[in-house]
């Protein structure tokens, strides 16, 4: 039996079993059953999902700072957006691919984890971390996305998986 298919990149999957493994920057759109995974840091990840869990997007993303770089179109047939290192274009990308596949983002549910401060010894202020946890909350009301979960701040590193379906993420958190 082999390994499942890992997948990272910004792409949308079509209909069979997969796991996909975001890193940094990356943006993921799965059908039912299929697995989205990261780690998390300082970084945030927000989940998007219709409310029947049908289908759900994932992005990782690492800076909530405004991005030089514009999003870039989705490709009709692998659906790949650009790299979404940044918020902004990380949500964009999410918009796009959940767009594409007929549902409306703000529709959707969300669920946000991260934005940890690794270095508490260190930062004792504001962190990346802290900032990032602020605009994917800020942002997500503002565009009227409910929020169902979240586990946010803290001094932690966070393990976060999901299979598109009905239940709720499963996070792991791993104290700094």
Known sequence: MSAPETV???E??????????????????ADRGERMETLL??????ILTDPRRTLGAMCHFV???????????????????GDAAHAEVALTA???LLTARGISP????????GGGNLFPDLVTA????????????EVLAREGVSVIESDLGGRAY???????????????????
């Not at 700072?65 to 659906?79: A, N, W």
């Not at 703000?106 to 946000?112: N, S, T």
């Not at 966070?158 to 700094?176: A, E």
């Open 8 to 10: 990272s990149h910004t």
């Open 12 to 29: 949308c999957a079509q209909g069979y079993s997969k796991s996909h493994t975001l890193h940094p920057g990356d943006v993921v759109c």
């Open 41 to 46: 840091g300082s970084c945030v990840a927000i």
């Open 63 to 81: 800076h909530s700072g405004p991005s030089l770089r514009r999003p870039e179109p989705v490709d009709r047939d692998d659906r790949r957006v």
């Open 94 to 96: 999410m918009y796009r």
């Open 106 to 113: 703000r529709q959707c549910e969300a669920y946000v984890y």
């Open 126 to 137: 504001s962190h990346v971390g802290e900032l990032n946890a602020q605009w994917a909350i």
């Open 158 to 176: 966070r393990k976060l998986s999901w299979v598109v379906g009905s239940q709720h993420p499963d996070v792991i958190t791993v104290p700094v």
